[in-house]
Nanobody, 118 residues
Framework: QVQLVESGGGLVQAGGSLRLSCAAS???????MGWFRQAPGKEREFVARISRSGSTYYADSVKGRFTISRDNAKNTLYLQMNSLKPEDTAVYYC?????????????WGQGTQITVSS
């Protein structure tokens, strides 16, 4: 059974940093991976993605502040988030798939809450 489990969420002040982890089991981790987020009352949106070889892509809203990475030996995906802003508050999800649209991702974690206070 394929599983994705996020951790590392929490409450942080604006300007602070957090690192999210996503532990994967099964063959999921041999695939491209991504991070999405969903704020209250909004649609889920793309944050960042990484190919199997490590090529990375970011939403304009997080470029320069967030870094996606993966450790294939540990089957773990990361999202380093710096210079956090209140508008980054959302539930963050890791997922296996490719592209910019969440419809192209078919394995999802349960999500972890990030709250950025002003």
């Amino acid at each position: 059974q394929v599983q994705l489990v996020e951790s590392g969420g929490g409450l942080v002040q604006a300007g602070g940093s957090l690192r999210l982890s996503c532990a994967a089991s099964g063959r999921t981790f041999s695939r491209p991976m991504g991070w999405f987020r969903q704020a209250p009352g909004k649609e889920r949106e793309f944050v960042a993605r990484i190919s199997r070889s490590g090529s990375t892509y970011y939403a304009d809203s997080v470029k320069g502040r967030f870094t996606i990475s993966r450790d294939n030996a540990k089957n773990t995906l990361y999202l380093q988030m710096n210079s956090l802003k209140p508008e980054d508050t959302a539930v963050y999800y890791c997922a296996a798939g490719r592209g910019w649209s969440d419809s192209r991702y078919d394995d999802w974690g349960q999500g972890t809450q990030i709250t950025v206070s002003s």
